[in-house]
């Protein structure tokens, strides 16, 4: 989940639909050892891939997708959830998923 630069329709606090989008979406990547030992273990994959996935999003994600959402792990996040920027194709692509607006 980025930072939303704007109070547009594209509001990561509203939304979330990123972080719930696939358990094949929030994999580690170019993230360094120091970086991956600051997420907190019981949140990461048995696999050690990416963060764990329970009940159909990432287990960091607190709140209510669509209304009111936040990452309990947000300054230390994995790389590929700052990447994902709001309003970007992959955005569009995981809110249509959860049928939010594009
Ligand atoms: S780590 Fe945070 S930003 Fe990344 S998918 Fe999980 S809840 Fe979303
Ligand atoms: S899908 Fe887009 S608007 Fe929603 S949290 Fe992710 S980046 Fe933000």
């Not at 929030?26 to 120091?34: A, H, I």
């Not at 273990?41 to 891939?49: F, G, P, R």
């Not at 159909?56 to 959830?81: F, H, Q």
Request: net charge negative; proline share 9%; charged share 25%.
């Amino acid at each position: 989940m980025p930072q939303s630069p704007s109070p547009d329709i594209y509001d990561c606090q509203a939304c979330g639909a990123c972080c719930a989008y696939s358990e094949d979406w929030p994999r580690f990547s170019l993230e360094t050892d120091e970086q991956l030992d600051a997420i907190p273990e019981a949140m990461v994959a048995t696999d050690l891939s990416g963060m764990k996935f329970e009940n159909g999003r990432c287990v960091a994600l607190n709140g209510e997708l669509g209304k009111c959402v936040g990452c309990t792990i947000y300054t230390v996040r994995p790389i590929v959830c700052r990447d994902c920027m709001p309003g970007d194709p992959e955005c569009l692509m995981a809110r249509e998923a959860i049928g939010l607006p594009v």
